[in-house]
């Protein structure tokens, strides 16, 4: 699906990320071509919201920031200055061996801005259950898969924020009423040109608020030979089954 991303949600309710400074710092310390080299196998897409070229929504002219170390000392200065405070954090991740080393590159990357990370690996299950009731700074995620970007709704909509420990289908607890509006209004209406125009105000207000880091796009292959038995069964990340003769999996 080339509307799926991978990114780093940020729980924008918790200490330090409810500073728009602590974010920024983060995002403009983040290199996401570096970080697609080595989980996506060097695709060259550059990732900068919500939406791929041909959705709704897709906009070059976006306000997501760019990799810049500059900036992001600027930001982490600017945290420091007002909390007295370093950026310190922790980043949940998943137990296997891939995701942990593309982990370690982020936590290496945003060390040379002075932002101190470390990181918990969980089962998918319980990751999943720490992120939607809020009990995480950042955590490894994709999502946004969705055709149609109003599927995406519950993920942006302030109703899907509520108090923790309570579930939240939106995960960084970004609330803003811009976001809010231009969901309703976009699936208030059938005309394709107003609802591109709202989607665009979703992604451009997504990255002013940086309440996800954006990484990459996966490439998901399914492929089947005659030779391959014995996979009858087999189920991928949705649940799915797939065919005795035919495997799913992400580069």
Same mark, same amino acid.
């Given at each position: ?8 949600a940020?729980?924008? #309710? ?16 983040? %290199? ?13 897409h ?27 000392k ?12 370093? =950026? #310190?954090?922790e =980043? ?6 891939? %995701? +942990?080393t593309? @982990? ?19 089962e998918l ?30 993920w942006?909509?302030?109703s899907?924020?509520?108090? *923790?420990?309570?579930? *939240?289908?939106?995960?960084?607890r ?5 976001i ?6 976009? +699936? ?10 709202a989607y665009q105000?979703?992604a ?5 608020? @940086? ?9 998901w ?13 087999? +189920? ?9 003769k035919?495997? =799913?999996?992400?580069?």
């Amino acid at each position: 699906n080339d509307g799926e991303e991978d990114v780093v949600a940020i729980n924008t #309710e918790k200490v330090p990320f409810d500073d728009l400074d602590a974010r920024l710092a983060l995002a403009y310390a983040t %290199d996401a071509q570096k970080w697609r080299e080595i989980a996506e196998a060097g695709t060259q897409h550059d990732v900068r919201g919500p939406f791929a070229p041909g959705q709704l929504g897709f906009s070059k002219d976006d306000a997501f920031p760019a990799f810049d170390l500059a900036k992001a000392k600027e930001h982490a200065d600017a945290y420091r200055k007002k909390t007295g405070k370093e =950026i #310190e954090t922790e =980043i949940l991740t998943t137990n296997n061996v891939d %995701d +942990r080393t593309q @982990v370690q590159l982020l936590i290496e990357q945003w060390a040379k801005v002075g932002i101190k990370a470390t990181y918990k690996s969980a089962e998918l299950a319980e990751l999943i259950t720490l992120t939607v009731l809020g009990q995480y700074q950042l955590v490894t995620w994709r999502n946004f898969g969705s055709p149609d970007p109003d599927g995406d709704y519950l993920w942006w909509h302030s109703s899907g924020v509520l108090p *923790s420990p309570q579930i *939240s289908t939106n995960v960084a607890r970004l609330k803003d009423t811009a976001i809010d509006n231009a969901l309703d209004e976009a +699936r208030g209406t059938t005309d394709a040109a107003k609802r591109d125009q709202a989607y665009q105000v979703v992604a451009k207000k997504l990255n002013e608020g @940086v309440a996800y880091i954006w990484l990459g796009r996966p490439t998901w292959v399914i492929a089947a030979v005659p030779q391959v038995q014995g996979l009858s069964g087999a +189920r991928h990340g949705t649940g799915s089954t797939l065919g005795a003769k035919s495997w =799913i999996t992400k580069l």
